[in-house]
């Protein structure tokens, strides 16, 4: 008795671990963290041009769709629509999901799209620290709700962001409190901090500024009364007169200098029954405007530099020139001639910046050469192998094209010619390519492995479901023995590969799981007859159905009904 207890005790801590090595496998393919640590500081050169604008200021309205803001002709907002029609530039910032505001901040100021190794923090905040345009600012100031201003201020980051926001008990989806509240506290903050001397004196005369408008009232809006309801444009109305507000006192306090930049735009979009997340145009689509210093006044831009793509702003066809959320770190950064954040993959929209072709093109090399050196680091981290066979036509090809492209841009060394343009947008295309390559490397080969010992577990259980007695007893000393040189030229390879432990053993895994039912195929092949292969079919079957009648019912059902009867059947039942 306490043999078979044993036995079953070891049966268990077994499938404890494989299923462990499971969920590992699934995180390190799957939830991978796109953030390089200790990549090298830019050069002294990066920050020491003359920059196109000293301030930049940018005002965030959560959850604000693009079709929402062009509905009638952008009517709602007649101060953003007259800085578009006199003097701005107008696009579409595609996002990527998961359409939340954290990702979509983190994208604005860092170039960073989601960090899938975030869901360790509850998808609340990145575990890892990241690099940002507020780093790289002289100062920051920050206004907004305390989960987004503390992604990017607390103790563990720079000091140069100053951050106000309000508590987080004001915030209410209930519907009943005013949404717009949370949208006119910033305001009238930002009103009460550059009313005082001391404050206006650092925002003349200071420059690499940048000011942060966090405005939460139009996401709280549309979750509660819907982005199509008049208490939703009712908000986007106050949000206009705000930022106008804003913008005349800045304009004031800077003496009109014209060395101050605008954006407005969106973390996200919402769909019609107030929810986000996911791919949709209305989630992925929010506006983006632009206007002030270093910024280009949409009719002065050749039909060439936009998509041929339109949008009526008050019965004004307007041209669309659309951007990648995660392009807005590389824009901020060549407004103040920051360098642009390390671990960024935003493109520089060239065509948004009104300066000099040589101002442009060493901001556009900037980008380039940071994108270089995270390819550069991934290309490191895997030159360590030891067997040059192993290397991929994939991996040589990205080496030579991007080292070639690299050579010649430096070669050019003319900033104003077409060419060198050109030549850039060819090595920062290819280098975006390679890290991209690079992030995925082990994804399709842990995938097979991933899937050939779920599939080794699944016949190992089905043998014990089906009585196939004593199966590691059957094994052979010739057997094991094989195995242990198929594990020993496994873990050998991936040693002087120079792969991490937990890849090896995710890639030795199959053939510890397949083993014994190769071991015991004649047993299997007498026991799993056509008949029991029928019956396990129709039982996966009817548990698939099972499933998806839960799931329908589940979105039909109120919550509160399932929980009842949940509760019901294990108590009363």
């Given at each position: 008795?306490?043999?078979?207890?044993?036995?079953?005790?070891?049966?268990?801590?077994?499938?404890?671990?494989?299923?462990?090595?499971?969920?590992?496998?699934?995180?390190?393919?799957?939830?991978?963290?796109?953030?390089?640590?200790?990549?090298?500081?830019?050069?002294?050169?990066?920050?020491?041009?003359?920059?196109?604008?000293?301030?930049?200021?940018?005002?965030?309205?959560?959850?604000?769709?693009?079709?929402?803001?062009?509905?009638?002709?952008?009517?709602?907002?007649?101060?953003?629509?007259?800085?578009?029609?006199?003097?701005?530039?107008?696009?579409?910032?595609?996002?990527?999901?998961?359409?939340?505001?954290?990702?979509?901040?983190?994208?604005?100021?860092?170039?960073?799209?989601?960090?899938?190794?975030?869901?360790?923090?509850?998808?609340?905040?990145?575990?890892?620290?990241?690099?940002?345009?507020?780093?790289?600012?002289?100062?920051?100031?920050?206004?907004?709700?305390?989960?987004?201003?503390?992604?990017?201020?607390?103790?563990?980051?720079?000091?140069?962001?100053?951050?106000?926001?309000?508590?987080?008990?004001?915030?209410?989806?209930?519907?009943?409190?005013?949404?717009?509240?949370?949208?006119?506290?910033?305001?009238?903050?930002?009103?009460?901090?550059?009313?005082?001397?001391?404050?206006?004196?650092?925002?003349?005369?200071?420059?690499?500024?940048?000011?942060?408008?966090?405005?939460?009232?139009?996401?709280?809006?549309?979750?509660?009364?819907?982005?199509?309801?008049?208490?939703?444009?009712?908000?986007?109305?106050?949000?206009?007169?705000?930022?106008?507000?804003?913008?005349?006192?800045?304009?004031?306090?800077?003496?009109?200098?014209?060395?101050?930049?605008?954006?407005?735009?969106?973390?996200?979009?919402m769909t019609d029954k107030g929810s986000h997340g996911s791919g949709h145009p209305s989630e992925t689509e929010t506006p983006f405007v632009a206007w002030g210093a270093g910024i280009k006044y949409w009719k002065n831009i050749g039909k060439k530099q936009h998509q041929n793509k339109t949008v009526m702003i008050s019965q004004t066809s307007v041209p669309r020139f659309d951007m990648n959320q995660a392009d807005v770190t590389p824009l901020i950064s060549?407004?103040?001639?920051?360098?642009?954040?390390?671990?960024?993959?935003?493109?520089?929209?060239?065509?948004?910046?009104?300066?000099?072709?040589?101002?442009?093109?060493?901001?556009?090399?900037?980008?380039?050469?940071?994108?270089?050196?995270?390819?550069?680091?991934?290309?490191?981290?895997?030159?360590?192998?030891?067997?040059?066979?192993?290397?991929?036509?994939?991996?040589?090809?990205?080496?030579?094209?991007?080292?070639?492209?690299?050579?010649?841009?430096?070669?050019?060394?003319?900033?104003?010619?077409?060419?060198?343009?050109?030549?850039?947008?060819?090595?920062?295309?290819?280098?975006?390519?390679?890290?991209?390559?690079?992030?995925?490397?082990?994804?399709?080969?842990?995938?097979?492995?991933?899937?050939?010992?779920?599939?080794?577990?699944?016949?190992?259980?089905?043998?014990?479901?089906?009585?196939?007695?004593?199966?590691?007893?059957?094994?052979?000393?010739?057997?094991?023995?094989?195995?242990?040189?198929?594990?020993?030229?496994?873990?050998?390879?991936?040693?002087?590969?120079?792969?991490?432990?937990?890849?090896?053993?995710?890639?030795?895994?199959?053939?510890?799981?397949?083993?014994?039912?190769?071991?015991?195929?004649?047993?299997?092949?007498?026991?799993?007859?056509?008949?029991?292969?029928?019956?396990?079919?129709?039982?996966?079957?009817?548990?698939?159905?099972?499933?998806?009648?839960?799931?329908?019912?589940?979105?039909?059902?109120?919550?509160?009904?399932i929980c009842f009867t949940g509760y019901w059947e294990c108590y009363a039942g």
């Amino acid at each position: 008795m306490t043999s078979i207890a044993s036995k079953n005790f070891t049966k268990l801590v077994f499938a404890i671990i494989v299923h462990v090595l499971f969920l590992l496998s699934i995180f390190h393919i799957y939830f991978q963290s796109p953030v390089l640590q200790n990549l090298p500081e830019p050069g002294l050169d990066a920050e020491d041009e003359v920059a196109v604008a000293d301030r930049v200021v940018v005002f965030v309205a959560d959850g604000l769709r693009a079709e929402s803001f062009l509905k009638h002709g952008a009517n709602r907002s007649l101060f953003l629509q007259d800085i578009i029609l006199s003097k701005g530039i107008f696009g579409i910032s595609h996002t990527r999901v998961p359409t939340e505001s954290r990702p979509g901040h983190v994208a604005l100021f860092a170039g960073i799209y989601e960090d899938p190794s975030a869901v360790f923090k509850g998808w609340k905040k990145n575990p890892v620290n990241f690099d940002t345009v507020f780093n790289r600012s002289y100062m920051s100031f920050a206004w907004g709700s305390p989960d987004i201003l503390s992604i990017f201020s607390n103790e563990e980051k720079e000091h140069n962001i100053h951050a106000h926001h309000y508590t987080e008990d004001i915030v209410s989806f209930s519907g009943n409190s005013n949404t717009s509240a949370l949208d006119t506290w910033v305001f009238d903050r930002v009103k009460e901090y550059y009313l005082l001397p001391e404050n206006q004196i650092t925002l003349f005369n200071k420059n690499k500024i940048i000011v942060f408008l966090h405005l939460l009232g139009l996401d709280t809006a549309g979750h509660v009364y819907k982005p199509y309801s008049s208490l939703f444009s009712e908000n986007l109305v106050i949000v206009d007169k705000g930022i106008q507000q804003t913008v005349n006192l800045i304009e004031k306090i800077t003496k009109n200098d014209q060395k101050t930049a605008y954006i407005f735009t969106s973390d996200h979009g919402m769909t019609d029954k107030g929810s986000h997340g996911s791919g949709h145009p209305s989630e992925t689509e929010t506006p983006f405007v632009a206007w002030g210093a270093g910024i280009k006044y949409w009719k002065n831009i050749g039909k060439k530099q936009h998509q041929n793509k339109t949008v009526m702003i008050s019965q004004t066809s307007v041209p669309r020139f659309d951007m990648n959320q995660a392009d807005v770190t590389p824009l901020i950064s060549a407004l103040l001639s920051l360098a642009v954040p390390k671990n960024n993959c935003g493109i520089l929209p060239r065509q948004y910046l009104n300066a000099s072709m040589n101002y442009i093109t060493r901001q556009a090399w900037k980008n380039a050469e940071q994108l270089y050196q995270q390819y550069y680091f991934w290309k490191q981290k895997f030159s360590k192998k030891q067997f040059q066979w192993s290397f991929t036509n994939t991996e040589k090809k990205f080496e030579s094209i991007i080292e070639n492209l690299r050579q010649k841009t430096l070669a050019a060394a003319d900033f104003h010619s077409n060419e060198m343009e050109t030549k850039l947008d060819s090595y920062i295309q290819t280098t975006l390519e390679a890290i991209e390559y690079y992030q995925t490397y082990f994804k399709y080969e842990l995938f097979t492995a991933f899937s050939l010992s779920m599939l080794g577990w699944i016949l190992i259980v089905i043998g014990h479901v089906m009585n196939i007695q004593s199966m590691y007893k059957e094994i052979t000393r010739a057997f094991k023995f094989k195995t242990l040189l198929i594990l020993c030229a496994i873990y050998g390879y991936n040693f002087l590969q120079n792969n991490p432990l937990h890849v090896t053993v995710f890639f030795m895994l199959p053939v510890l799981l397949w083993t014994p039912v190769f071991a015991n195929f004649k047993k299997y092949s007498i026991v799993i007859n056509r008949k029991t292969v029928v019956q396990t079919v129709l039982f996966v079957g009817c548990i698939e159905l099972c499933v998806g009648l839960v799931g329908l019912l589940s979105s039909i059902i109120p919550a509160s009904i399932i929980c009842f009867t949940g509760y019901w059947e294990c108590y009363a039942g």
